[in-house]
Nanobody, 124 residues
Framework: QVQLVESGGGLVQAGGSLRLSCAVSGRTFSSYVMGWFRQAPGKEREFIAHINRSGGSSYYADSVKGRFTISRDNAKNTADLQMNSLKPEDTAVYYC?????????????????WGQGTQVTVSS
């Protein structure tokens, strides 16, 4: 059974930073593409970033490009999301997800496993 557990959410002022972490147990971590998504109240869950199996390639949504950085540590079975220059519109529940697909394009349906989410609130 694969389990994903997010941590690191909280309340931060606009312009501040947070680092989210996703711990993955179960099947070999390095076999997954890892992604981060978020869902604001009343909105659909949206793609933020993904990182390939080796950690050598990543991709970001335009809304977070240049502010967020996704990383992974295959020795520790973790995938992190460093969030800088946070804005009130970044307020959402943030989810990490794992995909067994060879290639992903940012669609939720491409991911097989999901964490329970962690709340990020950015105050103005």
């Amino acid at each position: 059974q694969v389990q994903l557990v997010e941590s690191g959410g909280g309340l931060v002022q606009a312009g501040g930073s947070l680092r989210l972490s996703c711990a993955v147990s179960g099947r070999t971590f390095s076999s997954y593409v890892m992604g981060w998504f978020r869902q604001a109240p009343g909105k659909e869950r949206e793609f933020i970033a993904h990182i390939n199996r080796s950690g050598g390639s990543s991709y970001y949504a335009d809304s977070v490009k240049g502010r967020f950085t996704i990383s992974r540590d295959n020795a520790k079975n973790t995938a992190d999301l460093q969030m800088n220059s946070l804005k009130p519109e970044d307020t959402a529940v943030y989810y990490c997800a794992a995909s067994t697909r060879w290639r992903v394009t940012g669609r939720r349906t491409e991911y097989d496993y999901w964490g329970q989410g962690t709340q990020v609130t950015v105050s103005s």
